[in-house]
Nanobody, 116 residues
């Protein structure tokens, strides 16, 4: 069965950095694009970053462009989100997503809190 598991969240001060990981299993990881989304309580889930199956193409939302960087390791079947210069407004639960054979899959999410 398809499974996605996020990790790496935590509490960080404004201006700090975190590196999130997304581990995939149950599908051909290297054939699928991966996206990161985030969601704050009471708000809609927001797109953060995209990476193509090979890792050759990546895109970001305007709010994180220049601060976040997405990458992947298809041998280890993991996608990473390096988050730098974090702001309080980055506080959210971060989810990774894979669309596999017309179905959308989500991990359980990992909490990122940016606070002084």
């Amino acid at each position: 069965q398809v499974q996605l598991v996020e990790s790496g969240g935590g509490l960080v001060q404004p201006g700090g950095s975190l590196r999130l990981s997304c581990a995939g299993s149950g599908f051909t990881f290297s054939n699928n694009a991966i996206k990161w989304f985030r969601q704050t309580s009471g708000k809609d889930r927001e797109f953060v970053a995209y990476i193509s199956p090979s890792g050759g193409v990546s895109t970001y939302s305007g709010s994180v462009e220049g601060r976040f960087s997405i990458s992947r390791d298809n041998v280890q079947e993991r996608v990473y989100l390096q988050m730098n210069a974090l702001k309080p407004e980055d506080t959210a639960v971060y989810y990774c997503n894979a669309d596999v054979l017309l179905s959308r899959y989500w991990g359980q999410g990992t909490q990122v809190t940016v606070s002084s």
